[in-house]
Structure formats: C-alpha cells, structure tokens
C-alpha cells in the first residue's frame, strides 16, 4: 500500500449538503479506505471514514485550504469494501448524505474514544470463540423440510409460516448450521423490537451461549453499544440480535441473515435516512453471498410478490417461498367469531355476547385479550344509518377528514371539499368520524364486568397496555410479567399486545373496533390490519391443550368484507390475493413503486408552492433535454397535497407523491429532482420553507 496525501473521507454533514458526505483532506499517515480518522470539521474534529485515495489534489480548491487528517484509530481494522457499499447504496437510494448515513452508522462512542481508550477496550475483547451450543428440540417435518431446502438453494428466502409453526427454532438451527459449517460465520437475526420480545434474547443466548450474541438496538447505553459493536466488527461476535439499525453492522464474515415478522413497518426507519431495513437485509446478502431468509405469518405483499411461483407467461418471483401452515404439535388455530355490530343496539362498544364469553372465561380462570386497533389510521367520516363514507370520486381511497380546516381530502389527486353538513347519501345530519381510545375501552369494561369474581373469589383485574401506559423504563416488562404470571385476567391494549409474545393463558382475543382500517386513505391500512389480526389471534391457545377452546372475536359492521372472511380461514394466501388484485388495478406498490417528496413551512401555501416550483421546473427541464424527455412519461409527479396530520408543533406540512412501475426510473428521477430543490429553494419566494425531504417507498401516503 502506497502513501497517499490526498483522500476522501466520509464525514457528518447536513442531509441534503451538496458534496454528499465526502471531504478531501491531506493525510500525513498511511491509511487504507475503511479506516477511522479524526479530522477537523469547521472548528471541531470529528470522527470520519476514509472513503477513497486519491492520486491528485482535490481541483475544486486550492492545495493551502485542504486540512490535514489529525489521526487514524489504531487497531481496528477497516471497514470492509462490503459495508462501504451498503453504506453507499443506502446514501443514494434513500437520498441523504453518505456521510450522514456511514457516521449514523457508527456507535456515538467511537467519536469520543483516545487511541488509548480504545487499545483498552480492544485488549478486553477475547480472541477466539468457537461457539458451544445446547441441542434444539427434534425438528418437525415441515421444520425439517424448509431447512433441507435453504441448505439447497440461494434465496433471498420467504418463510410463511403459521403463527406457532416454529419459525424461531428454524432460525436457530439455521444459525446453528451456519455457525458449524464455517469456521469465522457470523449471522445476523433481525426483529422489529427487541423491548416487546425479551424472550427471543434469552432464548438465543439460551442456545448459542451469552458470549457469542451481541444485542443492537436503541434502548441500550452508549457503552453497551460500542462494545457489541466492536465485538461484530473484530468478529467475535458470532451473532448480532437486532432491530433496524442493525442492518449497518460491520459483520466481516457475515453469512446468514434472517428478518423476523419481515413485514413489520419498523423495519422502515422513520427520519434522517428513510431506509427499509428488511430491503436492505436483501441487498447486503447479495453483497456479501450470505442467504436471507424473510419470515413472516403475514408476510409484506412486496414479499409475497416477489416470491409468487412461475405461472403461465410470467416467471415467477425472485424469492423462493418456503411453507409451514402447521401449529406445532397438536395446537390448533383459534375459532374465528364475527359479531354483527348492526344488529347491536346503537353505539355499543362491547356486545352482549362478547361481554358474555369474557365473563365466562374469567370465571374460568383464563385469560382474555381485548385488542383496540388506532393507531396510524387517519379517521374517516362515516354515516351510521346509510353507511356512507367519505370516498373519494377519483381513486380507490377515502378522502381523510380534516378537522382544521373542516374538509375532505384525497391524499392520491387532491380532490378537496368542505365537509358536508349532513350525509350526501341520506341526508342524516349525524355523520361522525369512526374511532375510539384504549383508556375509555378499560374503563366500560371495568363497569360492564365489576360483579364478576375470579374462581379464587377475588374481583376481576383488568389492565391495559399501550403507549401511554409504557413510558416509563421498565414499565413494558412489569406489565407483560403480571399477565405472564396470571395476576391479570383482561388485558386490554393497542398493537403493542399482539406482537409476538408468549402468553400460555389466553384463549380469548377481541379485535373491539378493527372498521376503521378498511377505509382509511392508507392504501396499507387492510394489509396491516390482517396482519394485526392474524397477529393476534395467534396469542390465542398457545397451550395445545386450551388451543381447541381457544376464540378470535371480530366485532364489525362488516362480517361479509373478504378481510374478515379470509381471517375466518385463517388464509392469508386468499387475502393476499384479493388485495394484490386491487394494487394491480390501482397501480399501487408492489406492482409501481413510490416516493413522497414532503416539505414543511410555516404556511400550507408556502409548503405547496415549493413542492409544485419543484415539479413544474423538473418537468420543463426533463421535457426540453431529449436524453431525458422519457423519464416525464415513466414517473407520475402528482400535484402537491397536504399531509394527513398536516400542522405537527405548528409547522404546516405538504407532500407530492412519485409513481412509477420502474424503480430505476423513479430513482433517476429523484436525482433530477434533488438539484431542482437546491435551485428551487434558493429562490427568495420560498424563503418561508423549513425544510425539504424525500421518503423512498414510503410506508404510509
Ligand atoms: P413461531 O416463531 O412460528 O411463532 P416458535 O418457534 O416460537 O413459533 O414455536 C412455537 C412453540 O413451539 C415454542 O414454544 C417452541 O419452543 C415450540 N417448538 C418449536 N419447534 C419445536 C419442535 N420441533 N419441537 C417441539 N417444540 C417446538
Ligand atoms: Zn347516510
Ligand atoms: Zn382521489
């Protein structure tokens, strides 16, 4: 390796900075792509990663103004040309800086560390590990097959199996394997929240040993996360157990990368670098020919498309789908009940025969889940006697009700009219937004219930679970911990219950209000909510002994929508079909893919007028340049529309959405599209905005 004087380095710089992240400096020391230096930055020094060397002076500045490199960390070894690509990649298919995204990528304490420091930590670090690991219980058939047939192909893997099929123990033999065929291997297991299954750690560690699984998620301490961190990045981690931003660990020998619940929305990472962990999951196991295998009991329809069969003149996904329908054991699936709320007296939360079943249930001494599912939906206006609601005459959506201003609005084409003083259908004056909280629910029940005892004698105990109730530290684990131990007879809560916990003692789950998502202005509001509900009645007769007893409730004033029939059936492949049809119709994702271009001001106008400078200049641009004039027929740019939560701390918010069936195009598109917003924003008329930035797939529109 020969001394270079001049290279790139990859550093901290505002998102949307025109020189992306990279900074040419004069290096004093020998360094190689990957490594960390310090270097100064305006008047700090910062922490950077070597990005190129380059053979001349930078030509954009005189020789006197480059700075000099004021260190490199010693000891560790660069980052790998692989986790400089994905570092990459993720800069420009999310369009933020790279230097944003490889520093974010980094743990915080690394900036602060001495070359001593570090010497230290590094010595602490054992060196070698190969890994002890406790046998797994005898595989089931379906187990057996699905891990004969990763052992045969490449993937990407799709793994839809039931919930309770033993999914997990599939991950853990599948990690065994890898760890036992390849001397260094390192596998990477993805989950969307470790706080919400603290028995997935245990279990890992359980099995692989506490030495050899590193945890990566936000809940830990600055310390805690260098050390996982280094420990992946020397290798002696040999698994990382982690949510979204683990996707960015440095993992030289990775070999095996599995997302769990892959279509779990907190794979997207929701500010900064809007990236999708579980795609990204897909583009490093290329980059680094390790197998991914994405499971799911619901998988995301991105995945369930990609993984379709081949079928007549269409060859088929590129993912291999994997199968286990079955329960473990002899556990069956929870009975599905629909409860017809039109049949009910008017304005009843509980039905008479819910109310009834949970009475009986408690008085057995078992356990009841009421599940009440708000969050993320947009109400929509809704007229009780005729059944109207506010759909919109131009797109397959429902117009979102704007409370500020008192309109309907189509978040697809922009269709905008004030709401209506009484029902356009029937004319009822009574026409209502749908929706209804969590804490109201517990209340009514604790009144609906106050005379039933448990069979010891003692009243009733009902507790609710949600993001008000889960605030502070430790709150989340003692809560879970006093249903797991039976103190509690009625749990009642948001999303946060469904999710993949281990309750021996439920037999009955109650979706209370689940209408709400069947018309709401999110395209994925369906989708989601059949994975909820299918989610939950999984925590259902987990004990194969109560699993023949064991119910799903549904209370709707819809128990003919398909969603509900297809829940019936517990068939996810029937749903995914019907509402795969619908995108197709629509061209929405996964048949076209989107991006939101979103900006804030202090006026909703002022946020429009620069979303719509933006596109009406692209458009003349591309448009006038042949070489470019096709892109303007492959991408639809939609005029600009307010968002739904559209005024957050008094900054008014609008957003513009791009469509195109080819990601390729659309991503051209976005390149075009972020040089007219540096002309654009300069223009002193759009002085009054904030700010600017771009969601690629956007997991909510
Ligand atoms: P999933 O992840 O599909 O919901 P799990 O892997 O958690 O399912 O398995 C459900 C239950 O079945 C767990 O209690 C697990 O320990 C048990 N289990 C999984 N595989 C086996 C097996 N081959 N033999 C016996 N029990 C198993
Ligand atoms: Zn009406
Ligand atoms: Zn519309």
């Not at 670090?125 to 379906?142: I, K, W, Y």
């Not at 260094?184 to 030495?211: K, S, W």
């Not at 209370?512 to 369906?526: G, I, K, W």
Request: one cysteine or more; proline letters at 6%; hydrophobic letters at 40%.
């Amino acid at each position: 390796m020969s001394t270079h004087h001049w290279i790139d380095v990859a550093v901290q710089t505002p998102a949307h900075s025109q020189v992306g992240g990279l900074l040419s400096y004069r290096s004093p020391f020998v360094v190689q792509p990957g490594q960390l230096v310090r270097v100064p930055l305006g008047k700090r020094d910062v922490l950077g990663v070597v990005w190129a060397l380059r053979d001349t002076a930078p030509a954009d500045m005189p020789e006197s103004a480059v700075r000099d490199v004021l260190g490199v960390l010693e000891g560790l070894a660069p980052l790998d040309p692989a986790w400089r690509q994905l570092v990459q990649f993720s800069a420009q298919y999310y369009q933020r800086s790279l230097g944003e995204v490889a520093l974010s990528a980094l743990p915080p304490q690394l900036r602060d560390l001495s070359n001593e420091q570090l010497a230290r930590r590094l010595k602490k670090q054992n060196t070698e590990r190969t890994v002890q690991t406790t046998p797994g219980p005898a595989l089931s058939d379906e187990q057996s097959a699905v891990l004969a047939q990763m052992a045969s192909g490449s993937g990407p893997f799709l793994l839809f199996g039931s919930t309770g099929s033993g999914k997990t123990e599939v991950y853990l033999q599948a990690v065994e394997r890898m760890l036992t065929t390849a001397p260094q291997a390192q596998a990477l297991l993805m989950v969307p929240e470790i706080n919400l299954t603290p028995q997935l750690e245990e279990r890992v560690q359980a099995r692989f040993g506490a030495d050899a699984v590193v945890s990566m998620h936000s809940g830990m301490t600055p310390a805690q996360r260098l050390k996982g961190w280094l420990a992946a990045h020397a290798g002696h981690a040999r698994i990382v157990l982690g949510t979204r931003m683990a996707i960015f660990a440095s993992m030289p020998h990775l070999k095996l990368i599995v997302v769990d619940e892959e279509h779990d929305p907190s794979y997207k990472q929701q500010e900064g670098a809007r990236y999708s962990a579980r795609d990204l999951a897909v583009y490093r196991g290329r980059l680094q020919n390790a197998p991914v295998l994405l499971a799911s009991a619901t998988p995301s329809l991105e995945s369930w498309h990609l993984s379709r069969p081949a079928h007549d003149d269409d060859p088929g996904g590129r993912y291999q789908r994997l199968l286990m329908p079955s329960r473990i054991g002899t556990g069956l699936l929870p009975k599905v009940r629909r409860v017809d709320m039109n049949k009910q007296p008017r304005r009843t939360v509980l039905s008479a025969p819910l109310v009834a079943a949970l009475q009986e249930r408690v008085e057995r001494g078992e356990q009841c889940m009421l599940l009440l599912n708000r969050r993320g939906y947009a109400p929509v206006l809704h007229c009780a006697d005729c059944g109207w609601k506010s759909e919109c005459q131009h797109c397959s959506a429902f117009r979102v009700f704007h409370k500020i201003d008192r309109t309907l609005r189509c978040h697809h084409c922009g269709l905008t009219e004030r709401v209506p003083r009484a029902c356009p259908e029937c004319g009822n004056a009574d026409i209502a937004p749908i929706g209804r909280g969590t804490e109201q629910l517990e209340e009514h029940l604790g009144e609906l219930l106050a005379h039933v005892k448990r069979p010891d004698g003692a009243p009733i105990r009902i507790a609710r679970i949600d993001a008000d109730t889960t605030r502070l530290k430790g709150a989340l684990e003692s809560q879970l911990a006093s249903v797991h131990s039976g103190e509690v007879d009625i749990l009642v809560g948001t999303q946060m219950i469904a999710k993949g916990h281990d309750f021996r003692r439920i037999t009955l789950v109650a979706a209370v209000n689940p209408d709400t998502a069947l018309f709401s202005s999110d395209f994925r509001a369906p989708e989601r909510l059949f994975a909820l509900l299918m989610q939950a009645a999984g925590r259902a007769g987990r004990e194969a002994a109560q699993s023949a007893s064991s119910e799903m409730w549904v209370q709707t004033f819809h128990p003919q929508h398909a969603l509900f029939e297809a829940l019936k059936k517990h068939d996810y492949p029937a749903f995914a079909a019907s509402e795969l049809a619908e995108r197709t119709a629509a061209d929405l994702p996964p048949i076209s893919h989107q991006a939101l271009l979103r900006a804030d001001a202090r006026t909703q106008e002022a946020a429009q007028a620069l979303l719509n400078a933006a596109r009406e200049t692209l458009e003349a641009q591309l448009s006038a340049d042949p070489a470019t004039a096709d892109l303007v027929m492959q991408v639809s740019v939609y005029p600009a529309v307010p968002m739904s939560m559209q005024r957050v701390a008094d900054v008014e918010r609008a957003q513009m959405l791009l469509e195109s069936p080819s990601r390729m195009a659309l991503q051209k598109m976005l390149w075009h599209l972020h040089s007219v917003l540096h002309q654009v924003r300069s223009q002193p008329e759009h002085k009054g905005v904030i700010r600017w930035l771009v969601d690629v797939d956007p997991q909510a529109i």
